[in-house]
């Protein structure tokens, strides 16, 4: 299956395909194979050229957050029959106000942004808990924070807007 990834604006093609029992996943023209077991709706057991990742996965249509580690990467991925490039969404449009959702259900640890604050695209939002991991919200683009909507320590449901950024 081919699909069309946007990440920060770029477009990036994939295509997965079924081999055996693994996947082989094919980014930019890099191949990979990949053993993948998913324990749960939101996690994906992944062991890729002999190193094993765990990563957690929240999905609100085409948009996707995916964490491993301390870091979320935001995406949206299209089927590549489908793709139109120049249907931006307002997730990767450069001008025009973004809405930050929650990735997951959890808690805000950390807000460490104040609204009428100048962000530049990867600076540091805040970061959320969930399931024991704390995961860092990075700014898609660069702009100021007009509307902070949640408190360090509330909790908060997937896809719950914690604050918009023009």
Do not use: C, W
């Amino acid at each position: 299956m081919k699909y069309v990834a946007v990440v920060q604006g770029k477009q990036r093609s994939i295509e997965i395909d079924r081999v055996g029992e693994l996947y082989r996943v094919t980014i930019d023209g890099k191949t990979f194979l990949v053993d993948a077991f998913r324990p749960t709706r939101q996690n994906v057991l992944m062991l890729i050229d002999g190193e094993s990742y765990e990563v957690g996965i929240a999905r609100k249509q085409n948009h996707f957050s995916v964490h491993f580690y301390n870091d979320t990467i935001e995406l949206e991925l299209f089927d590549a029959r489908k793709f139109q490039p120049s249907g931006t969404t307002p997730a990767t449009s450069s001008s025009g106000p973004v809405k930050i959702y929650a990735p997951m259900p959890g808690k805000v640890v950390k807000v460490t942004v104040q609204e009428q604050t100048t962000v530049k695209e990867g600076d540091a939002l805040m970061v959320i808990e969930a399931m024991k991991m704390q995961n860092e919200l990075k700014a898609p683009k660069s702009g100021t924070v007009s509307k902070i909507s949640v408190k360090n320590g509330e909790a908060v449901s997937i896809s719950q807007i914690l604050m918009v950024l023009e």
